[in-house]
């Protein structure tokens, strides 16, 4: 059974940072490319960053120069340090693969980003 964890969030000012973890088991994690997905009130989930089993990266238009993705196979987790956050970077940020994400996703972890 999938299980996704994240964690991490909170809340920051603008230009401020945070880290986000996601914890996987029940999947061969080290095989997936793993991706970041945020979901703001009121809007579609979309996704953030990926990154690929052998650690090659792409980022969203919007988060590009500011986030950056990263994995530890070795403890089935992968991470986001989102640093110049912005007001619009406030959603419920989610881990899951990518781009085709299973079906049960984590509870997700809160970011507000206001002064």
């Known amino acids: 059974q999938v299980q996704l964890v994240e964690s991490g969030g909170g809340l920051a000012q603008p230009g401020g940072s945070l880290r986000l973890s996601c914890a996987a088991s029940g999947i061969i994690f080290r095989v997936y490319t793993m991706g970041w997905y945020r979901q703001a009130p009121g809007k579609e989930r979309e996704l953030v960053a990926r990154?690929?089993?052998?650690?090659?990266?792409n980022y969203a238009d919007f988060v590009k120069g500011r986030f950056t993705i990263s994995r530890d196979n070795a403890k089935n987790t992968m991470y986001l340090q989102m640093n110049s956050l912005k007001p619009e970077d406030t959603a419920v940020y989610y881990c899951n693969t990518a781009p085709n994400p299973f079906p049960s996703w984590g509870q997700g972890t809160q970011v507000t980003v206001s002064s």
């Open positions: 990154i690929t089993s052998s650690g090659l990266t």
